[in-house]
Structures are given as structure tokens and as C-alpha cells.
């Protein structure tokens, strides 16, 4: 990762200055905290509709008939019209969940954090079954972050690396350490080759 940043800021002529922080008056997310803090608070209008889509819900539907005839149901309860397992609204299956996924995946300070940590921020607020899935499904399709994601594997062909010209001109150095102590206390090795 660092390296494809390193070729993609090669590209640019720039000079790195440092400012103080006093002199430094350019306008970022953390000088604006009231702006930031607003802009996280995600709020979904039109939610409304889940009221009417518990009672046809196929997983819904009985937990919601159970609050309703007020049975003693540990998990479950119904607030402001809501259906809430402990303190998580339940999302009956609908485009919603499609919506509230990308939102929290990608909407407004998200950045694309990946599939674990939008699971994370989902279970935190949100429940319906198979969450996990449809996070999984929903991450492998985004493009930003399929194009994106780092490698987890070197792919291609090996490129031999050029024959130097002289001596002293192309040096690698290694450690060997942990080796079995000398008599001396040594147990590592400082290795120089000089691949000419």
C-alpha cells in the first residue's frame, strides 16, 4: 500500500513546508467539531414504512404479533411503533437494508472501511438475520472497494534484478538473529553481499 502511494506521488512536483499550529489556519474536519459531529449523527427519513412491513415480515412477524398481544418476551419490544431486539431496530426485509448498509458503508465520513468494520458499525445499531451476509455481498460488489484493496498475494512472474557494473555499487545487508549464543555471548550474524 505504501508503495503505490509512493509511485502515485511521484508524479507530482511539490515542497513539503511545516507550519505551526498557530500559523497553520487551513480549515480540516477536526477544527470544525460541531460540523463533524453533525454530519455522523446519520439520520434516515421515511423509516415510517418499517412499521407496516413487521407484520408481513417472514422472520418479523411473530415477535411482532408477541409485543403486540404484550406476551413476555425477553428480546424483543415495541418502541414509538418500532420493533427493537434489545437495543437494536429490527429491519424487515425491504430495499432499507440495502440503503443503511450503504450509507454506513459508504455514506458521508465512511470511506469504505471495509467489510469487518461495517459489520461492526451495523451490529452496533441495527439487526435483521443474516446481517453478516448481506454486508459480505454487499462489499464484494463495491467497485471503489474491489479496485482498491490491497493484494493479498504477489502475483506475476519473478523479474530478475540488473547485473551491477562495478564493486561497491549494489550492497544488501541482512540480520540472522537468535542463533545459538557463542562463547563470547554472540547470537547474531550481520550479513553484507555485494552482488557484483
Known amino acids: 500500500m505504501h508503495a503505490r502511494w509512493v509511485i502515485f506521488l511521484q ?16 480549515a480540516d474536519a477536526l477544527s470544525r467539531r460541531a460540523a463533524l459531529i453533525t454530519q455522523l449523527q446519520t439520520e434516515f427519513f421515511g423509516l415510517d414504512c418499517l412499521k407496516e412491513l413487521y407484520p408481513q415480515d417472514d422472520y418479523f412477524k411473530e415477535h411482532w404479533a408477541n409485543c403486540c398481544k ?8 415495541i418502541r414509538h411503533g418500532f420493533l427493537f431486539k434489545g437495543s ?14 450503504k450509507e454506513t458503508h459508504s455514506g458521508g465520513l465512511s470511506a469504505h472501511l471495509g467489510r ?3 459489520i461492526i458499525q451495523l ?5 435483521w438475520p443474516h446481517l453478516r451476509r448481506d454486508v459480505s455481498k454487499f462489499v464484494e460488489r463495491c467497485s471503489i472497494c474491489q ?18 557494473d562495478s564493486i561497491w555499487e549494489d550492497l544488501s545487508l541482512n540480520f540472522v538473529m537468535g542463533l545459538p549464543r557463542t562463547k563470547h555471548g554472540i547470537d ?9
Do not use: A
Open 11 to 26: 508524479r507530482f512536483t511539490f515542497v513539503l513546508k511545516h507550519k505551526s499550529g498557530v500559523q497553520n489556519r487551513v
Open 70 to 77: 404484550q406476551e413476555l418476551n425477553t428480546d424483543y419490544s
Open 116 to 118: 469487518d468494520n461495517t
Open 147 to 164: 479496485t482498491y484493496k490491497g493484494g493479498g498475494q504477489n502475483t506475476g512472474l519473478y523479474q530478475s534484478l540488473p547485473v551491477p
Open 123 to 127: 451490529q452496533q445499531r441495527f439487526f
Open 88 to 101: 437494536l431496530l429490527c429491519i424487515p426485509s425491504s430495499s432499507w437494508r440495502q440503503q443503511i448498509i
Open 188 to 196: 547474531s550474524i550481520m550479513v553484507v553481499v555485494d552482488r557484483f
